[in-house]
């Protein structure tokens, strides 16, 4: 099946840095969406996106399906952003997650 | 307020007992999903479903099982068959098969 792998597994930053999260896939896909897990457990969708690129205010994400691979971008972090961030693909494969951890 | 509701979102249960996991959605959505998420990993996919009357294994389905009689409704049982139960399982719809997935909140599951 098809893999998938995030990268960095985790991430520490001072509140208002700049990061950028990445997706790698092994086949070609057709989907892809991008996840906030906040610490209730609770997935909250931050972008569907196949191909090509979207902004969704301090949050964007861009991905090269041709290439296999996503970046979600966070701009001016918040603490609130902390949490981890999933990718999935084809029939909604996850990867391991990138556990963010922004600092005051 | 349209969405998907899982319950119970607590349960502790004895080993050896079967489970049974609620899945309601009023998206009018034709996919739903089942995943299990063990502590800090990622999710896996245990069952899904493209239409009413019709469901697939998806990478880790031994000892559990699902039904869709329903639309709206897709439950999963943890069966006595599962090793390692204690998890929190999260339900998903979709409005086609490999659509946008929208989660439920999920439910813990601790076997005691």
């Known amino acids: 099946g098809i893999q998938v792998e995030q990268s960095p597994p985790d991430l520490i930053l001072q509140e208002g840095a700049n990061s950028t999260l990445r997706c790698n896939f092994s086949d070609s896909v057709n989907n892809l969406q991008w996840f906030h897990q906040n610490p209730w457990g609770q997935l909250i969708n931050l972008f569907y996106?196949?191909?090509g690129t979207k902004q969704n205010g301090r949050l964007s994400a861009t991905t090269v399906a041709t290439e296999r691979y996503s970046l979600l971008y966070i701009s001016s972090s918040q603490t609130t952003d902390s949490g981890v961030y999933f990718c999935a693909v084809g029939l909604m494969r996850f990867g391991a997650g990138t556990r963010l951890t922004v600092k005051p | 307020d349209g969405g998907i509701t899982q319950s119970p979102k607590y349960l502790f249960r004895k080993e050896g007992q079967n489970v049974t996991l609620s899945c309601e959605q009023n998206?009018?959505?034709?996919?739903m999903y089942w995943y299990r998420q063990d502590p800090g990993q990622g999710l896996r996919l245990i069952y899904y479903s493209q239409i009413v009357n019709d469901f697939q294994k998806g990478d880790i389905a031994e000892g559990y099982s699902v039904s869709r009689e329903k639309k709206e409704s897709f439950p999963l049982t943890v069966t006595s068959a599962q090793k390692n139960p204690t998890a929190f399982y999260l339900c998903a719809s979709s409005i086609e098969l490999r659509g946008e997935l929208f989660f439920g909140e999920g439910s813990r599951l601790t076997v005691l």
């Open positions: 998206l009018n959505h034709d996919a």
């Open positions: 996106i196949p191909s």
